[in-house]
Every structure is written in structure tokens, then in C-alpha cells.
């Protein structure tokens, strides 16, 4: 199972910073278009990140320190909704908060075997992720015997 | 646009197709040769010679030679994208999230 880390500093303090992690409001304002969070533990976590449902669950919810969440994606084989993990963790520090995501439990690392379920989310993905607009139909699961 | 988003584009290209991605199941456990797959899938030769020749632009497949046979097997670096996506997508979250609190909050 594969884990990515990355984290980053941000000059506000961590109560700030914890209410966009936890918040409808606070979510889309830097991740997916659309959310429904109840964070509580075994609450809802549900962000649409470009059509794609990012589903699973509020594992632990600590103000203003730490969040996990389970993640997936509602009709991913690959990576099925709650299927892995993420965690936000929040350190103060002089200039502010650091914020240090680990996403784990992610099945990068038997591609083989999940060929079919990246292939379905992640080009869409990718583009909105480096803050593209989508085209509609670029990608296409139809059979092309053409090129 | 980046080498990794050429990159990124022609392997999706390559498995945003049913009969690649069968192809790549194929020879995922043991190298097999163009007639050996064309039998299991049930597909002419031609149809596969054509898809394993944009699998392997995609860097999906790699060839080599056994006897007289040509052989194919799965390339595990080029199934690597996925990984490497997920290495881009948080810290591009990440920005994100810097960018919505910085603006909204004006600094602590």
C-alpha cells in the first residue's frame, strides 16, 4: 500500500485553519465544488472533487490539531469509498500552522491489478487538480482503432 | 505543456480503451506473445499488434525477444502514473488550502 505526505505553512493560526477542513464553506473553498462534512466521529465526509464523489468518513476530529478522514470514490473499484486514509495534522508554529496531509492505504502500488479503476477518475482529476478547466469530452472510454 | 502532463496524457490515452486495458491484464503475470493474446481475448492479430504499438509509446508495455518470439510484458514503471499523480495532487491541494486561508483570514 503506497503513502503520500506533503505539507505546507500557512500564516494563520491552526483554530483558522482547522475550519476549512471542517467546513461545507471552508472545504470547496480549496477543495471539490460541493461538500457535506458532519465532523464527528463516524460522520460524513463527502466533497465532489470534478464529478468525482470523494466519499467515506470522519475517523477523529481534534480542534484544533488533527483530523483523519477514510477516503475513497463511490463507484472506484480501485479505490472504493473509505478504502484509504487521510490525515490532517496541524502544528503551530511561529508563522503560523504547518499542515502536513499523509494519504494512506493507497493502492498505487498494485497497479497492475487496478489498471481499470485510476484509469476511470484520474485524468479529470488530474486537470482540475493543476487548475483546468474541464473539457467535457476529451477523454473518451470508447474503443478507437483509428490512431 | 510539462513533460509529466505529456506524460500523464498518452498513458491515460493508452488506458482509456477496454481492449488496452485487457491486453495489459493479459501480460501482467508472464510475458506472451501478439498470436498468444489475440487467442485469449479473442481478437484478430492486427487489432493487437496496434495496441500493444500504442502501449508501448505510453511506456505501459515493454518487448523483447525469446528464440524467435517476440514477447510482451507489463512495464511496472509506466504504471507508476497513479502514484505519481497522487504525489502532485496533495501539495497542489495543499496550495490551495494555503491560498483560501491567507485570503480569507489576512494573515493571523
Given amino acids: ?147 | 505543456m510539462t513533460n509529466t502532463a505529456i506524460a500523464l496524457d498518452r498513458t491515460f490515452h493508452a488506458l482509456a480503451d477496454p481492449n488496452r486495458r485487457a491486453i495489459l491484464a493479459a501480460v501482467r503475470n508472464e510475458r506472451c506473445a501478439v498470436g498468444e493474446i489475440a487467442g485469449t481475448l479473442g481478437l484478430s492479430q492486427q487489432i493487437v499488434s496496434h495496441h500493444l504499438k500504442v502501449l508501448r509509446a505510453a511506456g505501459l508495455v515493454t518487448g523483447s525477444r525469446s528464440g524467435t518470439r517476440h514477447l510482451f510484458a507489463v512495464r511496472a514503471e509506466g504504471l507508476s502514473v497513479g502514484k505519481e499523480f497522487f504525489d502532485d495532487f496533495w501539495p497542489d491541494r495543499l496550495t490551495a488550502l494555503k491560498r483560501a486561508v491567507e485570503s480569507s483570514a489576512g494573515g493571523r
Fill in chain 1, 1 to 147: 500500500m503506497a503513502e503520500h505526505r506533503s505539507s505546507i505553512d500557512i500564516h494563520a493560526a491552526p483554530e483558522i485553519v482547522f475550519d476549512f477542513l471542517v467546513t461545507e464553506a471552508g472545504m470547496t473553498s480549496w477543495m471539490g465544488q460541493w461538500a457535506s462534512l458532519d465532523p464527528v466521529p463516524g460522520g460524513q465526509f463527502a466533497v465532489d472533487i470534478a464529478g468525482y464523489p470523494a466519499r467515506g468518513s470522519f475517523l477523529e476530529v481534534d480542534p484544533p490539531r488533527r483530523v483523519r478522514v477514510s477516503w475513497g470514490f463511490a463507484g472506484n473499484e480501485s479505490l472504493p469509498p473509505g478504502s484509504s486514509t487521510v490525515s490532517f495534522e496541524l502544528t503551530p508554529t511561529s508563522a503560523g500552522t504547518r499542515v502536513e496531509v499523509v494519504h494512506s492505504g493507497l493502492p498505487a502500488d498494485e497497479v497492475p491489478g487496478h489498471i481499470e479503476g485510476w484509469s476511470h477518475f484520474l485524468p479529470r482529476l488530474a486537470r482540475t487538480a493543476v487548475g483546468g478547466q474541464l473539457p467535457t469530452d476529451t477523454w473518451s472510454p470508447q474503443l478507437s482503432t483509428t490512431e
